[in-house]
């Protein structure tokens, strides 16, 4: 009998798909995909497949952010209902209001949006380029939705005056400096490598900050042996991948639940009913590209 794997690897060449994953699925879906990586890596490789189909395993913002930069293509979700919590927090009306109470300062929101947020944005930013973003635009004075941690990571970085937003990710947020106390107790010599979306507190406990990949590399270069990740328990599989020899150490609970609802089996599912997929109007495609489109223009 065919297994699942077998059956999606004849589908994809069938039909020219390419699987993309994001680093918080599971070890079997990242094992599935042809490219593994952060919010940034995934929308740079979507822009430029040229395959007809993409299967995007991670939350909906992500596969329509890629249906946002490759409106010719056909964009799939394993799981649509797997929306990110903190993109629910912030929407355009939310946005349009702000926009009055701001009318000088530019929005800059991160991609952890849905699409008709990013309609009203002014560019567009993902962890690994938030501070960039908001260094290179020609504004001093900017709002940034929706995620406070991540804003007062950059606002403590930058000389820009920062308006910031109240979402928050609900995994990173309960991240705790006990937690982190804990793990440093029981391994003195851990590297602490912290995503940006954890609070305040405890980024100050970290030694380096940055997007899941960046904390890939940054492990990867670094000659500790143990390391503290203060992120989404997915990084494991990656991490223990590409770090043969290494330990990595995580908060208790740090999962997204949405992120593990895709399995093998709803990838086949997608890929052999063509159904799932992402839907835009056009306007909204139209208006959201130019935010997306600037963000990946600053980064050259
Ligand atoms: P990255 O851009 O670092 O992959 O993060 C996305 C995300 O959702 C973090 O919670
Ligand atoms: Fe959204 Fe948090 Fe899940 Fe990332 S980890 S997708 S920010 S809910």
């Known amino acids: 009998m065919t297994s699942v794997t077998e059956r999606i690897q004849q589908l994809k060449k069938e039909k020219n798909a390419v699987i993309l994953a994001h680093n918080y699925t599971s070890s079997e879906v990242q094992d599935l995909a042809d490219f593994v990586g952060d919010s940034l890596g995934l929308s740079k490789t979507a822009a430029k497949t040229d395959a007809d189909i993409i299967v995007f395993c991670g939350v909906s ?3 329509e952010t890629a249906k946002i930069l490759s409106p010719g293509k056909r964009v799939f ?13 912030c929407n355009a009306d939310q946005i349009r209001q702000i926009r009055k109470k701001y009318p000088d300062h530019a929005v800059v929101g991160y991609v952890n949006t849905t699409a008709e947020a990013k309609t009203e944005m002014d560019v ?12 290179s635009i ?15 990571y950059v606002k403590e970085n930058t000389n820009k005056e920062i308006v910031l937003w109240d979402g928050f990710c609900p995994v990173h947020q309960c991240i705790t400096i006990k937690q982190v106390m804990d793990l440093k107790k029981k391994y003195p010599d851990a590297k602490v490598l912290a995503h940006p979306e954890c609070r305040m507190e405890v980024l100050a406990l970290a030694d380096d900050i940055g997007s899941t990949e960046k904390i890939l590399n940054v492990a990867k270069e670094s000659d500790a042996k143990d390391f503290i990740i203060l992120t989404e328990i997915g990084m494991l599989h990656r991490l223990e991948t590409a770090c043969p020899g290494k330990s990595f150490h995580f908060p208790a609970q740090a999962a997204c639940m949405t992120m593990k609802m895709i399995e093998p089996e709803s990838i086949l599912r997608v890929l052999e009913d063509e159904c799932n997929e992402i839907v835009l109007p056009k306007e909204v495609i139209e208006k959201a590209y130019k935010p997306v489109k600037k963000m990946t223009d600053i980064l050259g």
């Open 61 to 63: 913002f992500m596969g």
């Open 77 to 89: 979700l394993p799981e649509p209902e797997a929306h990110c919590a903190m993109a629910a927090m």
């Open 124 to 135: 567009c930013c993902t962890s690994s380029n938030a501070l960039n973003v908001v260094n």
């Open 138 to 152: 020609d504004s001093d004075k900017i709002v940034f939705v929706p995620d406070v941690n991540l804003g007062t």
